[in-house]
């Protein structure tokens, strides 16, 4: 039997933020090409743990980026494999939308170089893919929340990194821009891309392959988003106040009153 390609590997991480301990051992695989979304409650560490696999908080533990070593790896070749969309990331105001979007081909260009035409068409299709274009003269200061996030979700793309992290990203999307993000996951698997995505709608995390459910610092469940097990993993750490059921082929997660 042929072992899957691991993009991402975490083995016994652990994270102090100040002083205090927020993960505690987290020992985690992530098989290429497939999407994960991690789901939690509020505090059980989800965003520290997107954190850690970018590389951007010091930790105890070893984590492995395919064959190499994350923290041992050079800024620019991380960049290159490794594209992260934070939550309420901060971009100058006055920046011109296209200008956000093709800083996502920085890793790509050497030192002070010009944008070739090449990157001038990566960042054109991640604009288009989110349907941001027709903002490109306009700068960024001058969106609602929804469509500044449309536009840093292309700049994301235009990394055409081999691992996306994503932490909420379906924030401010209205519900067609949230099925669209969807679909342009979906297109990033079907290439091999590996996305990982901290999302609070349970809804929207059951349409990953994949899900780590997290409480309080620790991994408490990795399964199949289609699993029954993963279902009443997500359950449990949610106090049994939701119920995970299929509606029309999909798994819903609906309040329980
Ligand atoms: N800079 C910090 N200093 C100290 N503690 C922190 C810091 N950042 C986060 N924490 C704590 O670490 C824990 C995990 O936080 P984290 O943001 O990873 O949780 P989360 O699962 O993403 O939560 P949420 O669903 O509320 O976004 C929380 O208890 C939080 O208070």
């Known amino acids: 039997m042929h072992t899957p390609l691991m993009a991402l590997q975490l083995r016994d991480v652990h994270v102090s933020l100040a002083g205090q301990a927020v993960l505690h051992g987290i020992d985690l695989s992530f ?18 743990l997107l954190k850690v696999m970018a590389g951007l908080l010091p930790v105890r533990g070893r984590i492995f980026l395919f064959d190499q070593e994350l923290m041992a790896m050079d800024r620019k070749q991380r960049a290159q494999q490794l ?15 296209w200008d956000v979007v093709m800083l996502g081909r920085m890793p790509h260009q ?23 274009w027709d903002w490109r003269e306009r700068s960024i200061g001058q969106l609602s929340g929804g469509e500044r996030q449309r536009v840093l979700l292309a700049r994301a793309m235009a990394v055409q990194a081999q691992v996306m992290l994503m932490d909420e990203p379906l924030a401010n999307l ?4 949230q099925v669209d993000w969807l679909e342009q996951v979906r ?28 409480q309080a610092g620790r991994v408490v469940h990795q399964g199949a988003c289609a699993d029954a097990a993963t279902h009443r993993a997500v359950e449990a750490v949610f106090d049994k106040r939701i ?8 798994w819903v997660a609906v309040p329980k009153l």
């Open 243 to 250: 119920a995970i059921h299929s509606l029309d082929g999909q």
């Open 187 to 214: 297109c990033l698997t079907a290439q091999n891309t590996t996305v990982i995505s901290v999302l609070h709608e349970v809804g929207m995390a059951l349409h990953a392959d994949d899900m780590v459910v997290m």
């Open 174 to 177: 209205d519900p067609p821009h």
């Open 110 to 132: 050497d030192w002070l170089a010009a944008p070739n035409a090449h990157d001038h068409a990566v960042v054109e299709t991640a604009l288009k893919a989110t349907q941001a």
């Open 83 to 97: 594209s992260w969309l934070g939550q309420n990331e901060s971009t100058s105001d006055d920046l011109r939308v």
């Open 31 to 48: 098989v290429a090409g497939r999407w994960t979304s991690i789901v939690g409650p509020n505090g059980a560490g989800k965003s520290t």
